[in-house]
């Protein structure tokens, strides 16, 4: 599995269809996902839109580089947060249990309430997809953010979300006798009341009526969470970093270093779209001084800023591998002509980066 990372408009999710591209080529069975709900993933593979289930795109692609050119397969899709929500209930619960929870308006509350849900879903449907054994190489676009390995706390998050105490103070049954348990059903009342202005009529009866499989729900996405957890943070996935020299030159790196270090996942690579390097390759080219004065001053400004980008890529690679692992690799990427939104240009990144 590979994780691309990076913040916004760096090229992210063009880089994640250009690796899997590259790697379909190569002969690999590939599964391309977004989690991203903006559409650029389906415009860099030159689709009107993508499915919320792996769609094969091999005819597509062989349109464009020939019959016979593609050793692989690339399926991509873009995540459906609330249909993996469901097949996941329909797993642990079977269909009852999956009924009763679609009839409620709870998942939007859920969704709506829970920061990270999309995200936490999206590793249920990477998970789904590597046990299902169709495919070698998991590729996944990330939406934007400097700390883009947050999901990996889910369980913790889950369970602090559905603390049982909680549960236990809201669900008590008011009937009963004792005094102190009078006084909970009397707070308890008011803060239900509360709760039904903010939330919608009738989701605090849903709640209730589904507190019996909510432990189970629970329990379930928690321990499927954990067995995530330790595949990410194993030798079969890894995290890519994208970036930009102007990213680079900002420490946009610096959180992401640190969240990966701290939760275990490895670096695979730095890639750098938009690299400098290629207008600005040598210190003092031949020819540099018999040029105009504007050119020369150009070249001479466009080399300091590669070697800006050289230090704070050898930066990123010392402070990688500081964890004990050898320094990933950086590959680069020059600024194109035009921007990639479509499978040739796509085509033409693949091969950059192969």
């Not at 994640?16 to 591209?21: R, T």
């Not at 692989?72 to 609330?82: H, Q, T, V």
């Not at 934007?144 to 549960?167: G, M, N, Q």
């Not at 059903?185 to 209730?208: C, M, N, P, S």
Request: net charge neutral; hydrophobic share 40%.
């Amino acid at each position: 599995m590979a994780i691309l990372c990076g913040t916004g408009g760096v090229g992210k999710t063009t880089t994640s269809a250009a690796l899997a591209l590259a790697a379909a080529l190569d002969g690999r069975r590939v599964g391309l996902i977004t989690i991203d709900p903006a559409r650029r993933l389906a415009t860099s593979l030159g689709l009107n839109q993508l499915r919320s289930e792996p769609q094969s795109l091999n005819a597509h692609i062989e349109k464009e580089v020939g019959k016979g050119k593609l050793k692989g397969s690339l399926s991509a899709m873009m995540l459906d947060s609330e249909n993996t929500f469901y097949k996941f209930l329909k797993k642990v619960g079977g269909a009852e249990i999956h009924d009763k929870f679609r009839d409620s308006t709870l998942f939007e509350v859920i969704a709506g309430n829970f920061g990270g849900a999309h995200d936490f879903l999206a590793m249920e449907k990477l998970y789904e997809l590597h046990s299902s054994g169709k495919f070698d190489l998991l590729v996944l676009d990330t939406p934007p953010a400097r700390h883009t390995l947050d999901f990996l706390d889910a369980p913790e998050h889950i369970e602090k979300f559905f603390d049982d105490r909680i549960f236990a103070w809201f669900l008590t049954d008011p009937r009963t006798s004792g005094i102190a348990e009078r006084v909970r059903a009397k707070g308890a009342k008011v803060a239900l009341g509360v709760l039904e202005k903010l939330t919608g009529e009738g989701v605090i009866k849903d709640f209730v009526s589904l507190s019996p499989h909510i432990y189970q729900v629970k329990n379930a996405f928690v321990e499927r969470q954990k067995h995530i957890r330790n595949l990410l943070t194993s030798e079969r996935a890894g995290a890519v970093f994208v970036s930009s020299p102007t990213d680079l030159s900002r420490g946009e790196a610096r959180p992401f270093l640190q969240d990966a270090q701290a939760k275990g996942i490895e670096i695979l690579a730095f890639i750098v779209n938009r690299s400098l390097r290629h207008l600005a390759p040598e210190e003092e080219p031949r020819g540099l001084k018999s040029v105009p004065l504007p050119v020369a001053d150009n070249y001479r400004r466009l080399r300091f800023l590669v070697k800006e980008e050289e230090k704070n890529l050898r930066l990123l690679q010392e402070l990688a591998g500081r964890s004990g692992g050898s320094k990933p690799p950086v590959l680069t990427a020059p600024e194109l002509e035009k921007d990639v939104h479509d499978l040739p240009g796509l085509l033409t990144l693949a091969e950059i980066l192969s």
